[in-house]
């Protein structure tokens, strides 16, 4: 569903090249959730906006699909569901307008979208938040209507970034619900997170990112068997040594 070939990727510093992303390759099926994982710095994001299409890369490939990045953005963005730990709410519209205003923008028949908007809110238990202005939701409300707008057009590929950043206990919770949903449906999906234990709880398998590169890449037994350790932040620890105190374990 999702395949990642040596994606590269070269920001000019002054007059340092630095390489930010260096031939990173993995693939996710159907139903399954990828955890790409490291420490601020490590190449998540630079990963994530070459598959969206938001950066071309100096190397390499994504697909999604079965369509290629480079070659035919539109298709591959329509495929696409993007949450991020920025809400990007609209305040003056109500929940429900926002949510039709985005199935639109990826040409969602109108009689479609209302019907993915309820079937959508009660599953994520905003049904009571539809007709209310977005501007007033709290923080946990704000979440759940933006975890419904990502699914919204009902892509077979979603990208969580940082998707627990800043929220409580009940909001991490609302995360791993959410996971559910998306293994339910089918979807594909990159988890980007520096918090270890979070990614243990919620993925499948794991792409350990150091420096750029693909250190390790497999289920939790695979890395185990591979590493010797038994969790991802001892795996981590050794893998960045001195630099080991950068990655967030809370």
């Not at 234990?197 to 390790?216: I, P, S, T, V, Y």
């Not at 037994?221 to 809370?250: C, H, K, M, P, Y």
Request: hydrophobic share 40%; aromatic share 6%.
């Amino acid at each position: 569903m999702l395949e990642v070939q040596s994606l590269t990727k070269h920001f000019q510093v002054g007059d340092t090249t630095m390489t930010a992303v260096d031939g990173v390759s993995f693939n996710i099926a159907r139903g399954e959730v990828f955890g790409l994982l490291g420490p601020n710095g490590a190449g998540k994001t630079t990963t994530v906006r070459m598959i969206l299409g938001l950066l071309d890369p100096d190397g390499g490939w994504a697909s999604v699909d079965g369509f290629r990045t480079a070659d035919q953005p539109i298709a591959v963005k329509s495929r696409l569901g993007f949450v991020s730990a920025s809400d990007g709410i609209y305040p003056w519209l109500t929940v429900r307008e926002m949510l039709l205003y985005f199935a639109d923008l990826y040409g969602v028949d109108a009689a479609l979208a209302s019907e993915r908007c309820e079937h959508l809110a009660d599953r994520m238990d905003i049904q009571h938040l539809l007709d209310r202005r977005a501007g007033v939701l709290s923080t946990g409300q704000r979440q759940r209507v933006t975890l419904v707008r990502g699914l919204i057009h009902d892509p077979p590929v979603m990208l969580l970034d940082e998707p627990t950043r800043g929220l409580d206990v009940v909001g991490v919770q609302t995360i791993f619900e959410y996971m559910e949903i998306l293994r339910d449906a089918g979807k594909a999906v990159v988890v980007c997170t520096h918090r270890l234990d979070e990614a243990e709880r919620l993925c499948d398998r794991f792409g350990l990112l150091h420096n750029g590169q693909l250190k390790h890449c497999g289920s939790m037994q695979q890395l185990r068997d591979e590493t010797g350790r038994q969790n991802l932040v001892d795996i981590f620890v050794d893998l960045i040594g001195d630099g080991a105190g950068s990655v967030a374990v809370e």
